[in-house]
């Protein structure tokens, strides 16, 4: 305890006033009488003849002499050393990132800053202001320099969390921003991890940051593919994610459009991570379809609890079935009802176009098949070649054509060869081929029969016999195995899914002008120029594009739809972070350490010391009352 | 040892209060009266209403439904018209008296006392008052009040000899201190009743006697004010510089013995006696002074029929 003014101590020297009065007060003998009416102007409280008699404190010298003392040490303006939340001006960054919404025993950590911030805007003394910063997919100021503690607690409504990583970055240099020359400035960052490396060069000095919540345990989807498996079946690669110290159990199990398609119980070791691979079976009508991949904890651990899962936002993942819808053929060749009607019936929505060579410009093409005629000598789309009558770069006939081969190898891993029998092919005439860059898929004793790889730019499939001298066209095997080469060669992939928290650059389809995403949740829309399509994405799930054209030039393509997957590092809740409190740039340490304050102040208590004297007054004024009701009840009795 | 603030409960008898040779010397008293009564019963005090007595009153105009035994034929002659008769009636007074029992007054010998001077003497001068009432054929009402809390020990109306027996018992039993206020006791004293005096016995030392004294003076009926004081209260004995405490409130004031002292009280004194007189005189009131040691025959037979209290 310190005084700022000790010379207020100075006072205590009315104590010998009071002393001395009590020390000449004059010890009069008490006297009753029938009333003191009469002597009531007389009172004449003098000196005592003999001075320097021994004092006799009663409960009013104590009383006034507490007061005297008390009322000293208030002027002296005594103050305690107590640690100083709030500055002159306090910025606070919360943290509004997806991890903020693990649950921490029944709140999440997001709630448990607000209830921070909220306690340090309770706090605010004369002449303090505080602002608040979101640090969320993009840094917000929520308030700016506010006195009023009731317009901070409206404020923390309004952060919006996001799935994905915060901009720590963006805060602080909006934290700067916020920052008046010559002010006293404390930032305090409310986060529950450590601030990224592009935001320490930019946090101010003295910058506190006040870690949010402890370890823990958390499953996690962590990616989702999905797979071209032949026969326009997928496999979901699925990976899975125990970032918990103990041993976990989950369920995983993937959804097509809301539908269960696959499940398996997962057994995870502590941050240990299991990668699992489902096909799943879909229709032509699964096309376009959403897959969600959902993990649940089940079982116990081994301290016999449930399997925890703090974060929910990052249980499930989801990706769209491609869609072959519009795929643009070009044929070239003579005609040839076999490939005609395989690529209809196999390949759903296909555009078939037939010409007699290959033009210059494929443009407009996604896949090219060459059936008996000469093969462009650079390839730049996929194509099917079909006993070309002039091969490609990269490809030559080392032998003249073999009659009646036979299939003596198959490569049924391939995809182009899913769900395909070729057991009862067989075929008049094949040429045999060399393609260094090639697989050969189907083999016979003099050289491959069907080959697949990529030349160049482009991937190719060849066939090195006519279909029209084989039977493989007559056979239930051909609509499949074109069906998977289309699907293998240009069939869309999907996409990779984009991450919660990133921008993405959406692929606008020709005659589109402009887009509108709506996100997951239904909430607002938001609406992008097609000259730039980049998107932010905060929440996981599944986000609907409407493409848009301009006046009526033309039908708009058909919406898409652009699936958002949780961000791997949110995921972990057990990451360093750094000690509470502590100046930022403190290297990390154990959640929970107590950590010394790097900011003092002075409490100072006189006021209180003021109120206890007018307390001492008033106490004595009781105490007088009292006694005189008492006297006038023992009067009465 | 026994506090001396506490008082005591009357160990007086009724003898103590009013002595059989006071009592015969008072035989020829009656109840005066500076106005008219109002009692439900006949008596000997001139009423505000008419009567049948003999005395006459005035003339009013005859009104049909009058006793035409009243008609006055020779005034009505006189006058050219038909006029009435009236006469006087009397009825009985009702007497209220109201007893100051506070700590002050029983205050004697450094102790409160039932049968300290002031306290005895307050009680005789209300027994003298009630006999002289009630041989008059009066009725009479004795209020006590000391100042305590608790409420009034406001009495029965009493008359006849049995009525003065009463009477007697109450005034030697009462406790000293007693409960009740003054302006409350005064309050019933005029507000319970017919119309008639009010008497206060009190000794005025309390700083509250301005309100008492306008409660004494808001009475409908004749009002009359007997101060009694004591010697010690006129001429206090004060040897030696002193703490003093009011046995009432235990106030304390510091007084000297010297001389200026004792001038000062005396100044004091008086002005506390001549305000006594005049705020008396301010709301209608009789103001006697009694001496606690004085003769309360005196006073009765002398003082107050010179007031018009007795006659």
């Known amino acids: 305890m310190t005084l700022l003014a000790p010379a207020g101590l100075a006072a205590l020297a009315l104590l010998g006033p009071l002393l001395l009065w009590y020390l000449l007060r004059a010890r009069r003998p008490r006297r009753l009488v029938a009333s003191t009416l009469l002597w009531r102007p007389l009172d004449d409280a ?15 010298f104590w009383l006034v002499a507490a007061a005297i003392v008390l009322g000293s040490v208030a002027i002296a303006q005594p103050a305690l050393s107590v640690p100083l939340p709030l500055g002159e001006h306090t910025i606070l960054v919360v943290d509004a990132s997806g991890s903020m919404l693990a649950d921490e025993g029944g709140a999440t950590r997001l709630e448990l800053a607000r209830r921070a ?26 308030l700016s320099a506010s006195t009023d503690p009731s317009a901070a607690r409206r404020a923390l409504q309004r952060v919006d969390p996001t799935h994905g990583p915060a901009d720590h970055a963006g805060a602080l240099r909006l934290a700067a921003a916020l920052a008046q020359p010559g002010e006293d400035v404390l930032t305090r960052v409310l986060t529950d991890g450590p601030l990224p490396a592009d935001a320490d060069d930019l946090t101010p000095e003295g910058t506190v940051v006040d870690v949010v919540g402890g370890d823990r345990p958390n499953l996690a989807v962590l990616r989702l ?43 995870l070791a502590p941050r240990g991570t299991e990668e699992v691979l489902l096909p799943l079976a879909l229709d032509e009508a699964a096309q376009g379809a959403v897959v969600e991949a959902r993990v649940r904890p089940v079982g116990t651990d081994v301290t016999g609890a449930g399997t925890a899962d703090a974060l929910p936002i990052d249980d499930a993942a989801y990706a769209v079935v491609p869609s072959t819808e519009g795929l643009r053929v070009l044929v070239v060749g003579p005609p040839n009802l076999f490939v005609d009607a395989a690529l209809a019936a196999a390949v759903p929505g296909v555009q078939v176009t037939r010409a ?69 092919v067989a075929i008049a005439e094949a040429q045999p081929l060399a393609a260094p860059s090639l697989q050969g898929v189907v ?60 921008d993405v650059r959406l692929s606008v389809p020709p005659g589109a002008t402009g887009a509108t995403a709506t996100p997951p949740d239904g909430g607002p829309a938001v609406t992008l120029d097609a000259g730039r399509a980049v998107l932010a994405v905060p929440r996981t799930g599944v986000w609907q594009i409407a493409w848009t054209v301009a006046g009526d030039t033309g039908a708009a393509p058909s919406p898409a739809l652009l699936a958002v997957n949780p ?12 000690s509470s409190g502590a100046p930022a740039g403190t290297p990390g340490a154990a ?43 023992a009067v009465a009795r | 040892m026994t506090d001396p603030r506490e008082g005591t409960v009357g160990s007086l008898t009724g003898a103590d209060v009013l002595s059989p040779p006071m009592l015969a010397s008072l035989g020829r008293l009656r109840l005066g009266g500076r106005g008219r009564v109002h009692g439900r019963f006949t008596g000997a005090h001139a009423s505000r209403r008419y009567g049948s007595a003999i005395e006459f009153a005035e003339h009013r105009p005859y009104v049909p439904g009058d006793d035409v035994r009243t008609l006055d034929v020779a005034a009505s002659r006189r006058s050219g018209r038909w006029l009435v008769r009236l006469s006087e009636a009397e009825d009985e007074a009702a007497l209220r008296i109201v007893v100051d029992t506070s700590a002050s007054m029983g205050f004697a010998g450094g102790r409160v006392d039932a049968a300290g001077a002031k306290s005895l003497a307050a009680r005789r001068v209300a027994a003298g008052l009630a006999a002289v009432a009630l041989a008059g054929g009066d009725r009479v009402r004795v209020l006590l009040a000391g100042g305590g809390p608790g409420p009034v020990d406001a009495g029965p109306w009493c008359r006849g000899q049995l009525g003065l027996l009463a009477v007697l018992d109450r005034l030697a039993g009462a406790p000293c201190p007693g409960s009740g206020d003054l302006v409350e006791a005064l309050g019933r004293a005029a507000g319970e009743g017919p119309r008639g005096p009010v008497v206060l016995v009190t000794d005025l030392l309390y700083r509250t006697f301005p309100r008492v004294l306008r409660a004494l003076g808001a009475a409908p009926g004749d009002a009359t004010c007997l101060h009694l004081v004591s010697r010690e209260d006129l001429q206090p004995t004060l040897d030696e510089d002193a703490r003093l405490v009011d046995v009432e409130t235990l106030a304390e004031v510091e007084v000297g013995a010297a001389d200026a002292a004792h001038r000062r009280y ?30 309360v025959a005196q006073l009765l037979s002398v003082r107050l029929t010179a007031l018009g209290v007795v006659a």
């Open chain 1, 46 to 60: 003098a000196t005592a003849a003999v001075p320097w008699t021994p004092p006799r404190p009663d409960r009013t």
């Open chain 1, 117 to 142: 911030v909220a306690d340090l805007a309770g706090q605010l003394g004369a002449g303090q202001r505080i602002s608040i910063i979101a640090a969320g997919h993009r840094a917000r100021v929520l």
């Open chain 1, 225 to 267: 593919e999905l797979t071209g498996a032949g026969s326009g079946s997928v496999r979901a690669f699925v990976q899975v994610r125990n970032l918990g110290p103990l041993p976990a159990g989950a369920d995983l199990e993937l959804r097509v459009d809301g539908i269960a398609g696959a499940g398996r119980r997962l057994h």
């Open chain 1, 356 to 424: 007699a060579a290959v033009p210059e410009d494929l443009g407009e093409v996604d896949l090219l098949v060459v059936d008996r005629a000469p093969a462009p000598a650079r390839l730049r789309v996929p194509t099917l070649l079909v006993a070309p009558t002039g091969l490609p770069d990269g490809v030559t006939a080392p032998a003249p054509p073999v009659s009646e081969p036979v299939i003596t190898a198959v490569d049924g891993s391939h995809p182009l060869l899913a769900d395909v029998d070729l057991s009862a």
């Open chain 1, 443 to 502: 083999s016979g004793p003099d050289g491959p029969l069907i080959l697949a790889g990529r030349l160049g730019s482009a991937t190719v499939v060849l066939l090195a016999f006519d279909l029209l001298g084989s039977n493989l066209p007559l056979e239930t095997a051909f609509p499949v195995i074109v069906a998977n080469a289309v699907a293998w060669l240009a069939g869309p992939d999907a996409e990779a899914a984009a991450i919660a928290g990133r």
């Open chain 1, 567 to 578: 961000d791997p590092a949110e995921a972990d809740l057990a990451r360093g972070r750094p």
């Open chain 1, 591 to 633: 959640a929970g350490a107590e950590a010394e304050p790097e900011r003092e102040g002075r409490l100072a208590f006189g006021r209180e010391l003021l109120a206890g004297v007018l307390a001492l007054v008033a106490l004595e004024g009781l105490l007088r009352a009292r006694d005189a009701r008492r006297a006038r009840i």
């Open chain 2, 266 to 295: 005396a100044e004091r004194r008086e002005q506390w006696l001549d305000e006594a007189r005049r705020r008396c005189a301010a709301v209608g009131a009789a103001y006697a002074r009694h001496v606690d040691d004085e003769d």
